[in-house]
Nanobody, 129 residues
Framework: QVQLVESGGGLVQVGGSLRLSCVASGRTVSNYAMGWFRQAPGKEREFVGAVSGRGVAITVHADSVKGRFTVSRDNAKNTVYLQMNRLEFEDTAVYYC?????????????????????WGQGTQVTVSS
C-alpha cells in the first residue's frame, strides 16, 4: 500500500504562486508515475499534470495549466511537487496527488482517473482577488 499526503495548499491572490508537495509512504514510489488532479465544487475531477517514474522524467500537463504549472519529483525524498504560478480564480479547487504502479508510463492515459491506483486526501487551494 502507498499513502500519499499533500501539503502546501492555502489562500493566494490572483497572479500569485504556490507549491504543493506530496509525500509518499509505505513503499518507495521512484518507479511509479506520480500525478495531480483537482476538483472544484460542482465539477468533475480534472487532470492537472503527471511525471513518469523510471528513467528520464517525462512530464505531461493539461492545456489549462500548461506554461503556468509544473510537476516535478524528488525520488530521494519520495516526494512529488506541483509548482503553480500566475494563479487564476479558476484554479480554485481541492488538489489531489496520485500514484500509478503501471509500467511503462503512458501520457495519453494520464487524464483518466481510472489510470491511477493511489490517491491522497487532497489539499485546498483558493485563489482570491
Amino acid at each position: 500500500q502507498v499513502q500519499l499526503v499533500e501539503s502546501g495548499g492555502g489562500l493566494v491572490q490572483v497572479g500569485g504562486s504556490l507549491r504543493l508537495s506530496c509525500v509518499a509512504s509505505g513503499r518507495t514510489v521512484s518507479n511509479y508515475a506520480m500525478g495531480w488532479f483537482r476538483q472544484a465544487p460542482g465539477k468533475e475531477r480534472e487532470f492537472v499534470g503527471a511525471v513518469s517514474g523510471r528513467g528520464v522524467a517525462i512530464t505531461v500537463h493539461a492545456d489549462s495549466v500548461k506554461g503556468r504549472f509544473t510537476v516535478s519529483r524528488d525520488n530521494a525524498k519520495n516526494t512529488v511537487y506541483l509548482q503553480m504560478n500566475r494563479l487564476e480564480f479558476e484554479d480554485t479547487a481541492v488538489y489531489y496527488c496520485t500514484a500509478d504502479t503501471t509500467y511503462p508510463f503512458t501520457p495519453r492515459d494520464s487524464p483518466k482517473p481510472s489510470t491511477w491506483d493511489y490517491w491522497g486526501q487532497g489539499t485546498q487551494v483558493t485563489v482570491s482577488s
